[in-house]
């Protein structure tokens, strides 16, 4: 049967680009109409991810609804009539992948980039997973196929994407070299998957890859540091590596000139997952793979902390801050 919706929702809202105080709670939006291969969510979780806080101060361009939000879990609660909309019923739970929009009560989502959570899943897992899950899968795969027995670079190891990229790489047999900025943190790491662990804060990590390697370098490198080590991870690749850079906590990488690459045949990359898991099979495949991972206990989530919707500046800090480890959670 189809939901008697309220007329407004909750969500937060930015009035412009800026700093945490631009993240402004409103009580009385109106709620979304789902457009051409559009499903409406209410949501009961929202996931917090790295790129919302670059979105929020305007190294990227914010949605033109001023809400910003990627990752959603909820309850399909409109399907739209146009478009394809793949099978999606209303009651469904599922978790998606969208553009903007999730930190609120509901949001609209494209049906090709959602996915129908199996039984099993428990609440605020899809939130917690879909995002930072499929970037991780996606990188050893796609971005450097990574093969058993490797040695491969992972900073922020303990971070929302490092600690899957920790566990997917022993999964699939690699050595994981995990930096990290805390003794905490690296622990985490060591936990979920990582082999040697260099804190970059006070220690050289070029000199340590260097020490652990034998002077030989990494097959990869996966960076979502970005300014800080960019030079230090590109030093660290291995002949005929891979450099792999996927983010900007620390700021974005300066221009880089391609005949440096020649010194050892390397690789560089600058992926985004969203021109990864762009069509539908690429997008239901990858997240079938990763739920399944889940539901066979093969790898876990670190929530950090689950926060209320008006928290989200608390959230964003403590994110920006290098505070927290694995996932932050929104509540709806
Ligand atoms: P994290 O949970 O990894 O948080 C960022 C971490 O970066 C911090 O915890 C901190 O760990 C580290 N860090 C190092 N230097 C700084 C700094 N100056 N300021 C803040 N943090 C710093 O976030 P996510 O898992 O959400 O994202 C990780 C990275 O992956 C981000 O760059 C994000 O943009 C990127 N990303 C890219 C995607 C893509 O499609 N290309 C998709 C998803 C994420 P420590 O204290 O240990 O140094």
Redesign the pocket.
């Known amino acids: 049967s189809t939901p008697t919706l309220p007329a407004t929702m909750r969500a937060i809202k930015i009035p412009h680009t800026g700093g945490l105080e631009v993240l402004e709670l409103h009580s009385d939006l109106p709620l979304p109409t789902p457009t051409s291969g559009q499903i409406l969510i209410k949501n009961a979780f929202a996931g917090v991810?790295?790129?919302d806080t670059?979105l929020r101060t305007g190294l990227y361009p914010p949605p033109a609804s001023g809400i910003l939000g990627q990752e959603a879990e909820g309850t399909v609660v409109a399907v739209s009539a146009e478009g394809d909309t793949y099978g999606f019923k209303i009651g469904d739970r599922v978790a998606a992948f969208t553009s903007g929009g999730a930190y609120a009560e509901y949001v609209a989502v494209p049906a090709q980039t959602s996915f129908k959570l199996p039984e099993g899943i428990e609440a605020g897992l899809g939130a917690a997973s879909l995002?930072?899950g499929l970037?991780a899968l996606t990188l050893i795969r796609e971005a450097h196929p990574v093969k058993k027995g490797e040695t491969i670079l992972v900073h922020?190891a303990?971070?929302?994407?490092?600690l899957w990229l920790c566990q997917l790489l022993r999964a699939v047999g690699a050595k994981v070299i995990a930096?990290?900025?805390?003794a905490e943190?690296l622990a985490l790491a060591k936990e979920n998957g990582a082999d040697e662990l260099v804190n970059?804060k006070t220690h050289d990590f070029v000199a340590e890859v260097a020490r652990i390697t034998g002077g030989a370098g990494v097959a990869a490198v996966f960076d979502?540091?970005?300014a800080?080590t960019f030079e230090g991870s590109f030093a660290s690749v291995a002949r005929k590596g891979s450099m792999v850079s996927?983010?900007?906590?620390?700021?974005p990488v300066p221009p880089f000139t391609i005949a440096r690459l020649g010194a050892k045949n390397i690789k560089v990359l600058r992926?985004?997952?969203?021109a990864y898991v762009e069509t539908r099979e690429e997008f239901e495949t990858y997240s079938a793979e990763l739920f399944g991972f889940i539901a066979d206990g093969k790898v876990g989530v670190k929530v950090h902390g689950r926060y209320k919707l008006e928290d989200v500046a608390k959230a964003q800090g403590e994110?920006?801050g290098?505070g927290?480890v694995g996932k932050l959670l929104l509540v709806l």
């Open positions: 991810n790295y790129i670059y995002l930072q970037t922020a303990a971070g929302g994407v490092g930096t990290a900025s805390t943190k970059y979502g540091v970005g800080a996927f983010g900007n906590a620390s700021g992926p985004r997952l969203g994110l920006e290098r927290t």
